[in-house]
């Protein structure tokens, strides 16, 4: 069983707010409507309050109804999206599947795919030869970690190459490790204190 959060939680707020709101403004138009009705009475008076109602509510309740439609939306695409989730990634329109690591925090590129997005084959057998514990074959294809696709890379003279393997460590290798250890693995110049 989940804990409630300790504090102000302004999520829970803005949604009791909103149909708070949305309660007033129909009991607001549901005034008016009985004041028109009894002033001037009958079924002109009943027709006059619900027109005027109805002008008033749509124009009070237009804000409420399109927040509605973006929070629907959200959510439908949300759901549409859930299953490629934090796996999809595409350089240049072409898509390279990503997996994290169970243990450590390092993610494992597909090697098709990255070839695809390159434009030339990568070699998965050099690639094993030299780095034995980088590449691995899973159930549909063979991955290769992201320090060994960085370094691979950075042997490249290819100009794609080159902007290949900044989009990985951009995209793949900062995120899995954080920022803090690209500024202390890659880069901090000799004797720089060390960055928070």
Do not use: C
Not at 58 to 77: C, E, F, K, Y
Not at 82 to 100: A, C, L, M, N
Not at 107 to 135: H, I, K, N, Q
Request: proline residues 5%; without cysteine; hydrophobic residues 45%.
């Amino acid at each position: 069983m989940s804990r409630q959060p300790f504090g102000f939680d302004a999520a829970a707020h803005e949604r009791h707010h909103w149909w708070r709101s949305v309660l007033f403004k129909l009991a607001l138009g549901g005034v008016i409507a009985g004041l028109l009705w009894r002033w001037v009475g009958g079924m002109a008076g009943l027709l006059l309050g619900m027109l005027v109602v109805l002008r008033a509510l749509g124009q009070a309740l237009a804000p409420d109804l399109v927040a509605l439609g973006a929070t629907t939306w959200r959510a439908l695409r949300g759901l549409a999206f859930s299953p490629v989730e934090g796996r999809f990634y595409q350089f240049k329109g072409h898509r390279v599947r990503i997996e994290d690591d169970e243990l450590l925090r390092q993610r494992w590129l597909a090697l098709d795919d990255l070839a695809t997005a390159l434009g030339s084959p990568m070699p998965a057998v050099s690639l094993r030869r030299r780095w034995p514990e980088g590449v691995r074959q899973q159930r549909d294809g063979v991955y290769v970690l992201d320090d060994v696709a960085l370094a691979w890379l950075a042997e490249q003279r290819d100009e794609r190459a080159g902007r290949l393997r900044h989009w990985v460590e951009r995209e793949v290798w900062y995120p899995a490790r954080g920022r803090r250890a690209g500024y202390t693995q890659n880069g901090a110049p000799a004797g720089a204190p060390p960055k928070d």
